[in-house]
């Protein structure tokens, strides 16, 4: 049997695997949390309450609408988006001439009140959330018992990912953003609703979040408190990432993931602060983050 | 930032009289306060007032919003329990030991934190207090989720017995007016004057020769001694040292605290200690979930009351007849 | 001239920066197929001018009528619509667009604009760099990608501010000769110029601006006359 | 106006300085030799480099390659502050003043250091009055004397210069960088800044970067002229004003 | 004698807008209620009161709310008291100020061992009697190879090692064991190692929402099916509702109550859920008992004066829904059976609160540590 670092390859690979999947969750989430930052330069510490109401609008919509899987995949985060723009469109948009800093209180204290609202109707041990019939079981890879469902959240994250990415990097509407990004006024004396713009993207942010979240459902269990612990490492994770860069996010989630996942295996019990070190590692020698544009 | 700026020096001189009157009026009513309202329960307001302000420091006077500081108050609240309790140090140097641990502590955490700014800043300092976070919850002196229990409060210079309330409650009143001289005396120093050109413009201090990130980590450090100082008070007042204390939503707390007190306000973050905590024991009771109104006061605060309440009465035209108004 | 319709009529524009009042009632015409330039010194205004009536200082009172449009009233992002088109001092240019990206950014808003072709004819160094991004350009390529920009979408008048700024005088001979073209065409032009001699080649009309003001107005063929006081004012 | 040839030392100097901007070359192949009691012109058009090369100088942003000496000693890999204490104090090109502090107060910031009261944060605020009469001899100097107890941000903006060139000047630096210290003044402060630098000059070696050539022709005893990040000519203001690259580049062709 | 201030007040100090609000919570309040109803409404003539209170899992909002029910509001005894460190410090405070602790929402045995108190009790489980339960009788049971997923903290190892001690013990062995760090939301790593181990049982040394998640992922790694059984060592039934008998089936715990035991468990469970929408946990359970008993006991004395009452506790027996034959121990622990059960499958289930099958019964002395080696020195 061929070994690395002591433990038999096929375990190794299996890891690895786990470590991609964890990483799609999170590059999912940092993406969204990148993209906010990018456009609207809040640093937004909803984001958890909002991959955990993800998951929530996916529960409801199968108990009370009998809605399956794959309608709340598309129907829990055009809700989530929604009320996002909502929040944008009342709140938020008062912050922007403001130092970035009220941004995120009050985006802190929005998951504050999410979290603890849906804690006082749906208590803190979860509800149950089952996964789709067609991806349930799983298949024999040989060096590891892949569910199907997993390797659908695999599949899945890249899909999103490489479509946010190409979203913003080749459409005119990402032209838009980016340039709206650099200087917004100018954009909007150019004929483009800025405003609107924005509103959209918070949207699209809170939307990849509950995405994010009614992936999870299946596999985490839903409770109110799923996003809150999650929030602070996907913060580590954009902050080694480089806050203003998309790909810097998506990348930086997988590889996390990934790291995170292997020290799961050789020293489990540092799994949960492997990332603050790498981030204060970071830190020291590439300030900016690892693709981040110096400031 | 856009906080409003320290008490400006050309308030005019009955201004100051009248100041001068409200804060020995202030320390009437903590001298007497004891006899009329729950003891511990106002000692718990003194450290939460002080570690608020010494937060504030950092926030305020510095421009550097921390989102760790649970980690210098629930460290220290963990190494003066340990000291005192199983080393049997006096409750004086058990205090002492708290505030250098928690100084060393910011003197790490700062080190990395530094480096960024703003958002960034905010960012770090979270992660790192919950590196910190998860150190004290698999340590093995801090009895995990059990906390450190029982801490004896001992006796204050040898003889001063503080398990008698009411002297507790003077050697908690004494360590807090002690902490906001301290700060007061940090915020109206030399010092405190290249702090505050520092957050003007950064660039032009550097310019004139000054290594801002040594002035940031000292600004770091002592509010984060400070926070040690309120910290290990809150021990010796619980006698128990636990997670929560060194948990992330303290950290919110304390942000939330000097928020609606009013950044940047030497007396702020005390109003806005009185409130959270007054808020936590009454809500207590109700059946109202605590967070979420918590959560609501964070947003309406940021969205229309960002002055907080000393602030916006500094702002008022009372604040202005007593000299208290300074410039935006 | 004057017989042709008066396209932007300002009255009584001030305008404020935060607590700061920086226009005090600017008063001024611009008709249709006209180039007027605005004169005067650093910071009396000029710039300020062009950024109220587009709308992107919004503290401001008065009265600014385009093609029939109450701009006052106009949110910013509409003001494009009624066909105006304004390149700033500091050009805008975006860095993390590629040139063709930069170009093709604003919205069309009518079909009487320049097609590509006609635009990299016009500008052949943007032809080649078009794939690079914005900010490698040089001030010179950037100020022509700022104004090719706005001649695609079709603007009826071009709100210019120091588009010589900075420039090496080969390339202000170009901007010139971009100019003349534009003003055959019959596009309409409000240029703010330091440069006089540029300027004067140029204008059909003229404003001078003081504090916040403008002092005086008058049509190229009065320059002559009026060089004495210009001379007083700006320095020329 | 010009200092006798024979005390000129070099006092500041650069080598083969280069600094990339991801791909982009900002400043490339600069040499220059600052020399005690002159003052040096940069000039050059927009996006020449002019402000870069300044903080390269000033270490705010740190060269690709090259070598910078100051007073002697190599400050290639010196932190900005160091070198601002070694005596190589600049302005800023956006005027650089402390806001809400008030004129006398900017001007006691910049003293609190050389006078060792910048650390003590045990002590009163009133220590700092000792630092008042400098302050005041040095606002009186720059015609500020009637504005110390208001805001710097009251101020207009060309007394904002002003206020920052005093600032600058109570640090008594060897070396003096000005970044357009002109721009944005009024006639009467454009003078009284003139004869202020001159003044400076005498014991100072000062680089300045300035569009006003009037200025320049008046004031400076050497000229470089910058074009894409890289010199294109050098010589004091008749030489390089008659030379037809520049007069291409930057000066125009028409005549003045 | 007689009653203090002529009303008897008791507070419900529990964690109701947290991490444990499905612990106990308010429900527990409603409990306390049913308890007093039960009792019928009065003692001794006077009136009982019911208060309660959110400590927000603060031990410093716990101790300064119950000193001020105790200075303050009359308050004669505190209950519920949801995790360890709240109860320990109200305890403590209890001890301190005389008066009377019933802690049923704690699992620390510190509370009955080292930092006992005369007037301090500990009602329903504890760590060790869950160790025993699942880790003792599941291998008699035929799980006799065990590999632990465990929490890595102090609670974690402490549920760790007691098990193992009782699995090995009883014959069993235990194969390994990884330590994964508090609220990770990913278990699969872990799992795949378990798993890899081959050991019969994967014992869950956590709490809350790991042990969930954990469960939840074993069942879509396929390792019930793959013929390993899970145990979690602290999991009530509000946990395993919110989990959904589809993920938990097959899972053995151990827990001090199930409502579908016998005619009296069913009629209070009945009543439980007309007033709450839930079937009690042995949490909730509990808090009834403790209520009950601690009315039983001013009744027998005739006052509600703290020595006399705490003497009355420890020696009464307990006879109630909740322990059939409870009695208490001199550090203050009530020993009473408990019960291994496994979780039904979804067939199985005749409805919707129809989740447990009982294993066996855990008999109380062997449940609990004997008072005398509790290293309570009230036990000496
Ligand atoms: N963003 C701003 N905030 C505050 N004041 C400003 C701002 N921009 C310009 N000003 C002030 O407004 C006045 C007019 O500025 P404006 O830019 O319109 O001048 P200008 O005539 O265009 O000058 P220039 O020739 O230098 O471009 C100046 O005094 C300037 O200092
Ligand atoms: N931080 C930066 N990142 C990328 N490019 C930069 C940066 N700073 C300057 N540049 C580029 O370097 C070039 C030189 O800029 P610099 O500010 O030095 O010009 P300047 O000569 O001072 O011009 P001006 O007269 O307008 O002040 C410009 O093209 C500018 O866009
Ligand atoms: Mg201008
Ligand atoms: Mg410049």
């Not at chain 3, 992107?56 to 029939?68: A, Q, S, V, Y």
């Not at chain 3, 304004?86 to 097609?115: C, T, W, Y």
Request: charged content about 15%; proline content about 3%.
């Amino acid at each position: 049997m061929i070994m690395i670092f002591g433990i038999p390859i096929q375990a190794f690979l299996g890891q690895l695997l786990i470590g991609l999947i964890n990483g799609s969750f999170y590059a999912m989430l940092s993406l969204g949390l990148a993209i906010i930052f990018g456009m609207l330069r809040v640093i937004n510490f909803a984001h958890g309450a909002q991959y955990m109401m993800g998951a929530f609008a996916g529960m409801l919509l199968l108990t009370w609408l009998g809605v399956n899987y794959w309608f709340a995949l598309i129907f829990a985060p055009v809700i989530v988006g929604l009320t996002g723009i909502v929040v944008e469109r009342f709140a938020l948009r008062r912050l922007y001439n403001l130092d970035h800093l009220y941004g995120l209180l009050f985006t802190f204290g929005l998951a504050l009140v999410v979290e603890g609202t849906f804690r006082y109707f749906y208590g803190s041990s979860g509800q149950p959330y089952a996964t789709p019939e067609i991806l349930s079981g799983g298949v024999n890879l040989g060096f590891m018992y892949l569910p199907i469902y997993r390797g659908w959240v695999v599949v899945a994250s890249l899909i999103v990912c490489i479509g946010t990415w190409v979203l913003i990097e080749k459409t005119r509407l990402g032209a838009y953003l980016r340039a709206a990004t650099e200087n917004p006024i100018l954009v909007q004396s150019f004929g483009i609703n800025v405003p609107l713009l924005l509103t959209l993207t918070y949207g699209l942010g809170a939307g990849l979040a509950a995405l994010a979240g009614i992936m999870a459902a299946p596999i985490y269990q839903v409770s109110p408190l799923m996003g809150s612990n999650l929030i602070i490492v996907v913060f580590a994770i954009v902050v080694v990432g480089g806050m203003g860069s998309i790909l810097g996010a998506i990348i930086t989630g997988y590889a996390l993931g990934i790291l995170e996942g292997l020290t799961k295996v050789f020293y489990p019990e540092a799994s949960n602060i492997v990332i603050f070190v790498i981030m204060a590692l970071v830190l020291l020698v590439r300030p900016a983050g690892l693709f981040g544009r110096e400031a | 930032m856009n906080t409003s700026t320290i008490t400006s020096t050309d308030t005019n001189n009955t201004g100051t009289r009248i100041q001068l009157a409200l804060l020995a009026v202030a320390f009437i009513a903590l001298l007497v306060a004891p006899f009329v309202f729950y003891p511990i329960f106002l000692m718990k307001v003194l450290c939460f007032a002080l570690f608020a302000c010494a937060f504030n420091l950092l926030l305020g006077y510095t421009g550097l919003l921390s989102f760790g500081h649970a980690a210098f108050f629930g460290g220290a609240s963990y190494f003066t329990g340990y000291v005192v309790k199983e080393l049997g140090f006096p409750p004086e140097l058990g205090i002492l030991v708290g505030v250098a641990g928690a100084a060393l502590l910011g003197l790490v955490m700062g080190f990395f934190a530094i480096r960024r700014q703003g958002i960034y800043f905010a960012m770090v300092t979270l992660a790192l207090a919950q590196m910190f976070y998860f150190f004290c919850l698999q340590a093995e002196f801090t009895h995990g989720e059990d906390g450190l229990q029982g801490v004896p409060r001992g006796h204050l210079f040898g003889f001063i017995d503080l398990n008698e309330p009411l002297n507790m409650y003077f050697f908690v009143l004494g360590v807090f007016v002690i902490g906001i001289f301290a700060i007061w005396r940090i915020v109206h120093s030399p010092f405190g004057m290249i702090l505050k050109s520092i957050r003007e413009n950064e660039d032009r201090a550097i310019s004139l020769g000054y290594s801002v990130n040594r002035y940031k980590l000292g600004a770091f450090v002592m509010s984060a001694a400070l926070a040690g100082l309120a910290g290990g008070t809150k021990t010796l007042v619980f006698q128990f040292a636990t997670l929560t204390d060194v948990a992330w939503q303290m950290s919110g707390e304390v942000i939330l605290m000097t928020l609606l007190g009013g950044i940047g306000t030497i007396f702020g973050p005390i109003f806005g200690a009185g409130f959270v905590v007054t808020l936590q024991n009454y809500l207590a009771a109700s059946s109202f979930p605590v967070t979420v109104l918590t959560g609501l006061i964070f947003m309406i605060c940021v969205l229309v009351f960002r002055r907080g309440i000393i602030g916006e009465f500094n702002a008022s035209r009372l604040g202005a007849r007593l000299g208290l108004r300074t410039k935006q | 001239m004057s017989d042709r319709e008066i396209l932007l009529s300002v009255r009584d524009l001030n305008a404020w920066y935060d607590e700061s009042h920086v226009l005090h009632g600017v008063n001024l015409n611009v008709r249709r197929g006209e180039t007027v330039t605005i004169l005067g010194r650093n910071g009396v205004g000029k710039t300020t001018t062009l950024r109220s009536i587009v709308g992107i200082l919004r503290k401001r009172t008065g009265e600014i009528e385009f093609n029939g449009h109450d701009l006052m009233r106009l949110p910013l992002h509409k003001t494009a619509k009624t066909g105006l088109g304004f390149v700033p001092e500091e050009r805008g240019i975006f860095a993390s667009l590629s040139v063709e990206e930069n170009l093709m950014l604003p919205p069309k808003i009518s079909d009487s604009g320049m097609s590509i072709e006609e635009i990299y004819d016009l500008f052949p160094n943007l032809y080649e760099r078009k794939t690079s991004s914005g900010t490698k350009l040089s001030g010179g390529e950037q100020q022509m990608l700022a104004m090719a920009r706005m001649l695609r979408i079709g603007v009826d008048m071009l709100l210019l501010d120091e588009p010589t700024e900075g420039l090496a005088p080969v390339i202000v001979q170009r901007i010139g000769e971009v100019l003349q073209t534009l003003k055959q065409r019959g596009m309409t032009i409000l240029l703010i110029e330091q440069n006089f001699r540029f300027a004067s080649k140029i204008a059909d009309r003229f404003y001078l601006m003081e504090h916040g003001l403008v002092s005086a107005g008058f049509d190229a063929d009065e320059l002559p006359a009026r060089m004495d006081m210009l001379h007083e004012v700006l320095g020329v | 106006m010009s200092q006798n040839a024979n005390e000129a030392r070099v006092v500041l100097s650069a080598r083969d300085l280069r600094r990339d901007f991801g791909g982009f070359t900002a400043v490339n192949n600069v040499n220059l030799d600052v020399e005690h009691a002159r003052v040096h012109a940069l000039i050059g058009p927009n996006g020449a480099g002019k402000t870069t090369v300044f903080n390269l100088l000033t270490k705010f942003l740190q060269p690709t390659s090259g070598k910078i000496t100051l007073l002697g000693q190599d400050i290639t890999k010196t932190p900005p502050a160091n070198v601002a204490r070694m005596g190589l104090v600049r302005s800023f090109q956006i005027s650089a003043v402390f806001p809400h502090l008030t004129v006398l107060e900017n001007v006691r910031v910049a003293l609190q250091r050389p006078n060792h009261l910048a650390i003590q944060f045990w002590r009163s605020m009133d220590t700092l009055d000792r630092l008042n009469d400098r302050a005041m001899a040095l606002l009186t100097s720059v015609g500020l004397e009637k504005d110390i107890d208001s805001y710097a941000a009251d101020l207009s903006y060309g007394r904002k210069r002003v206020l920052e060139i005093a600032t600058t000047l109570s640090l008594d630096p060897k070396v003096l960088l000005l970044d357009e210290p002109m721009a944005g003044m009024g006639q009467e402060d454009v003078g009284r800044v003139a004869e202020i630098i001159r003044e400076v000059a005498r014991s100072r070696a000062v680089l300045m970067v300035e569009h006003n050539l009037k200025v320049v022709a008046d004031l400076c005893d050497h000229i470089t002229v910058l074009q894409r990040g890289e010199i294109l000519a050098e010589g004091n203001y008749d030489t390089v004003s008659n030379d037809e690259r520049v007069r291409v580049a930057y000066m125009g062709t028409d005549d003045e | 004698a007689g009653v203090s201030d002529d009303i008897v007040k008791i507070g419900i100090l529990n964690d109701q807008s947290g991490v444990y609000a499905d612990f106990g919570g308010k429900w527990s309040y409603e409990a306390a209620k049913m308890a007093v109803e039960d009792f019928g409404g009065t003692v001794l003539g006077k009136k009982i009161d019911v208060i309660t209170a959110d400590h927000q899992n603060k031990p410093d909002v716990a101790a300064n709310i119950a000193r001020q029910w105790y200075d303050e509001d009359k308050v004669d005894a505190i209950m519920e008291l949801t995790t360890s460190s709240v109860a320990l410090a109200v305890q403590g405070i209890s001890k301190e100020k005389k008066k009377i602790d019933i802690v049923t929402g704690a699992a620390t045995t510190e509370l009955t061992g080292k930092q006992c108190s005369p007037y301090g009790f500990h009602w329903a489980y504890d760590t060790h009697a869950l160790a025993v339960g699942t880790g003792g009788a599941l291998v008699k049971n035929g799980g006799d190879t065990w590999f632990f997923l465990t929490a890595d903290y102090a609670f974690g190892y402490s549920l760790e090692e007691q098990t193992a001690k009782f699995v090995t013990d009883n014959g069993g062995k235990v194969l390994g064991s990884v330590r994964h760090p508090l609220s990770s939301t990913d278990f699969s790593s872990f799992l795949l190692q378990a798993q890899a181990s081959g050991a019969k049982v994967i014992g869950l040394a956590d709490a809350g929402l790991d042990t969930a998640n954990a469960i939840k992922q074993a069942s879509e790694f396929g390792i019930v099916q793959g013929g390993q059984r899970l145990a979690a060592l602290l999991f009530t039934l509000a946990e395993v509702h919110g989990l959904g008998a589809q993920a938990a089936q097959g899972l053995s715990l151990t827990e001090g109550f199930y409502w579908d035991r016998n005619d009296e468990s069913r009629e209070f469970g009945k009543r439980f859920h007309d007033r709450t929408g839930r079937m009690p946990n042995m949490i909730q359970a509990g808090t009834y008992s403790a209520v009950l008993q601690y009315l039983k006991a001013i009744k027998e004395v005739g006052t509600d004066e703290t020595e006399a009452v705490s003497k009355a506790l420890h020696e009464m027996p307990v006879h109630d829904v909740f322990a059939p034959n409870g009695k208490v121990g001199a550090n203050g622990r009530m020993i009473y059976d408990m019960y291994l059960m496994e979780v039904k499958k979804p067939s199985e289930m005749k409805g919707d609160w129809d989740y447990y099958k009982v294993l066996d019964t855990v008999p109380g002395d062997k449940a609990f540590i004997k008072p005398s080696e509790s290293g309570c020195a009230l036990a000496q």
